[in-house]
């Protein structure tokens, strides 16, 4: 998510060159909320992942029982990740947010 980040902002600066205004102030916001959040999951992700390795000697050797433990891992910080964002009051997943509520609503 961090590579992500200093992508799109780099790609950000080329395009707002181009088109002069894009709305940088929001973005700007928006980028330093989902860089704080990824930076955040990233410390989540390290010790979930070294926790769980060092905590459960019983799931196997080797490979299988990283690959288990780091499918949770994945899973669990791209959880940590979404709710850091909304706590954070990041416009889009609010939207998101939004947009779930009201099809739930319907249904």
Known sequence: ALATN?????????????????????????????GVAAVLMGIVAYFIFFGIIGLVPSLGVGAMKKLIVLLFTVGAS??????????????????????????????
Do not use: H, P, Q, W
Not at 18 to 32: E, P, Q, S, V
């Open 6 to 34: 200093i992508a799109v902002l780099v790609s950000f600066s080329l395009l707002r060159k181009k088109l002069k205004y894009l709305g940088g102030r929001d973005f700007l916001i928006t980028a330093i909320k989902s």
């Open 78 to 107: 791209a959880i940590f990740y979404g709710i850091a964002c909304y706590v954070l009051k990041v416009k889009e997943i609010e939207m998101l947010v939004e947009y779930g509520k009201t099809k739930l609503n319907r249904g």
